[in-house]
């Protein structure tokens, strides 16, 4: 019964994913070549502002069409995240704006400098979620 639930969860996951992962993230821009230095640095503007899994996965079921995950399955979805290789302090985003809209440059969302977070880990993190759910 477990694995069946976990391959649902897995078949929601990218049937939601389709529409909703870019309405979660989509304007949330990040520098995926910035280092943990050059974060922080960032972080002295007031257009950068820090993402934590936990912020991520408290807000996602209103995206996703899910119910809201209790503290204790935020906090087995961060540890899961964080087992499966995303970063434990979460991302610094642009807060303002979504940088690049509309833009053509073929650089855009490359992994090596300006990414949409939904479309670098949307997929991973919506699965996570739920996951979660079964916790």
Not at 2 to 27: P, Q
Request: proline letters at 4%; aromatic letters at 6%; glycine letters at 14%.
């Amino acid at each position: 019964m477990r694995i069946r639930r976990t391959i649902a969860a897995s078949v929601l996951a990218i049937a939601v994913l389709g529409g909703s992962s870019s309405a979660v993230f989509g304007h949330e821009c990040i520098i995926a070549n910035r280092s943990d230095q050059g974060n922080a640095g960032a972080l002295h503007s007031k257009v950068w502002v820090p993402l934590t899994l936990a912020d991520i996965f408290g807000f996602i079921h209103g995206a996703v069409g899910g119910p809201p995950l209790t503290p204790a399955q935020i906090d087995w979805a961060v540890a899961e995240a964080v087992d499966q290789g995303l970063p434990a302090n979460g991302w610094v985003v642009n807060g303002k704006v979504t940088i690049g809209a509309g833009s053509s440059n073929p650089n855009l969302s490359n992994g090596r400098g300006l990414d949409h977070l939904s479309i670098v880990h949307g997929e991973h993190i919506v699965g996570i979620y739920f996951a979660a759910l079964e916790h």
